[in-house]
């Protein structure tokens, strides 16, 4: 099992401030060039960080966070498998937009290539603008949960259809694999039929390591049931620790090890030599992205539309949909609501605590105080780890990893070096089986099959 706290780094091009693009240091104009994430890859390996992750979105123009357009994730971190050797490497895939044989296949190929060290960041897609891109007008929000459940089933069972040791390559008799050890998973289900096997040998890890994002009713029972690993957006220290004893009893209730499942908040720390320092930072990005007066750049963030309300103004609670009629992201549109409702925040005020992290957890402070927060929400049960989020890449990247890191360690904390070669071994969860060891073979149900049909033959004849 690993030692300590779990960091990964969610690899956000510029940064996860709204304005990251716009600011001096920063460099837009390289988010399509694969030596820039590779040195933030190594930057990441440098400091020991468990993995790095990469978000994705199937609309909009790739308009997100100032970038126009991005590197597809899977082809991008199987570039950055081959000049890293220990970083884990997660990308996102839709459940909602995808085919589950392509996309248990393009997984097994990143752990193979990474030598055991993908993971799957599981999302269900509510965008609108994605939708239109896969001839669909929307998917509702239950819907899209149905089918997801139903996708990772698939998928595991694809996964699991070589097992272990099936290619042989026996120079001798002239097979190369084990029959008896490669199965059709003959699915049959409400979305999908598929069977199988998978067209690619089982992988170093088993299973890539499953994460998932969503905080919602849904979001949370499919967490319970599937995740390996919860990446989650919490605003306030309170709230995490509810989220988190949630979870782990919602995991425990479906008949699971909660230890097993890692509870990731998001965390946007501005970093400086002095707390000054720091609030200078982040107001310098705020203001570029909602100025303290005049107009606002940013509109509908997070999938809900704020532009129609007057900014100086409180949030009109009573003018927005009860969240149970919400078909985007139900989880963050609750938490808009819940800082409007806890803060009574004028639209402004709500646009630029959003502007920070899209709303996770954002301060500003020294590596101390950083550091401090982290043993805090570890040692009181609000997190297992954290989903590291600077605001700029790649300078607030490496004052995290080369000063924040350094001390943690020192504490005790965090691992001085990397305990395992695999992600699954670094983030202390176990190789799953595969469904089918110890089963009958297809060749052996064949040839049972067979056999009692030959002596029915004998006895009738």
Do not use: C
């Amino acid at each position: 099992m690993t030692s300590g706290i779990i960091l990964n780094a969610f690899v956000s091009p510029v940064g996860h401030h709204f304005s990251a693009w716009r600011h001096p240091v920063s460099q837009p104009e390289r988010t399509l060039d694969i030596d820039y994430f590779a040195n933030i890859a190594r930057t990441a390996e440098r400091g020991k960080l468990q993995s790095l992750f990469l978000a994705d979105a199937l609309g909009g123009g790739g308009q997100g966070n100032g970038t126009a357009g991005g590197l597809e994730p899977l082809t991008l971190l199987s570039a950055l498998a081959a000049v890293t050797e220990h970083v884990g490497l997660i990308a996102t895939a839709s459940t909602t937009f995808s085919d589950p044989f392509n996309l248990a296949r393009a997984f097994a190929s990143l752990d193979h290539i990474s030598k055991g060290r993908a993971g799957w960041n599981i999302v269900t897609t509510a965008n609108v603008d994605a939708a239109v891109n896969f001839s669909k007008d929307g998917v509702s929000h239950a819907g899209r949960y149905v089918r997801a459940h139903e996708f990772l089933e698939v998928v595991t069972s694809l996964w699991d259809s070589w097992e272990d040791g099936a290619q042989t390559f026996n120079k001798a008799s002239g097979d190369r694999v084990d029959g008896g050890k490669i199965h059709a998973i003959n699915h049959v289900g409400e979305e999908f039929r598929v069977k199988g096997p998978l067209n690619s040998p089982r992988s170093p890890q088993g299973w890539p390591v499953l994460v998932q994002a969503g905080s919602s009713d849904d979001g949370m029972a499919f967490a319970a049931r599937h995740a390996e690993a919860i990446f989650t957006a919490q605003q306030t220290f309170e709230d995490a620790q509810v989220f988190y004893s949630g979870i782990k009893s919602r995991v425990a209730a479906a008949g699971r090890d909660p230890a097993s499942v890692k509870v990731l908040p998001g965390l946007s720390a501005f970093i400086g030599s002095t707390e000054a320092e720091a609030h200078r930072i982040r107001d310098e990005l705020d203001d570029i992205a909602v100025p303290p007066t005049g107009p606002v750049p940013l509109r509908g963030s997070n999938g809900v539309d704020l532009s129609m309300f007057p900014l100086d103004e409180p949030l009109p609670l009573d003018q927005l949909p009860d969240e149970s009629q919400w078909e985007g992201n139900r989880s963050r549109f609750a938490l808009i609501v819940g800082i409007a409702r806890r803060e009574n925040l004028t639209v402004r005020q709500i646009l630029r605590r959003l502007a920070g992290a899209r709303g996770h957890y954002v301060m500003a402070g020294t590596p101390e105080q950083v550091a401090d927060l982290i043993e805090t929400w570890i040692r009181e049960g609000a997190a297992d780890g954290f989903n590291v989020m600077p605001p700029l890449y790649p300078s607030q990247f490496e004052v995290f990893v080369d000063e924040v890191v350094p001390i943690l360690q020192r504490r005790g904390l965090f691992h001085l070096d990397y305990e395992g070669s695999t992600l699954r071994e670094n983030y202390g969860l176990l190789r799953p089986v595969s469904r089918f060891a110890n089963r009958p073979s297809d060749r052996d149900i064949e040839e049972g099959q067979s056999r009692r049909h030959d002596l029915g033959m004998v006895a009738g004849g």
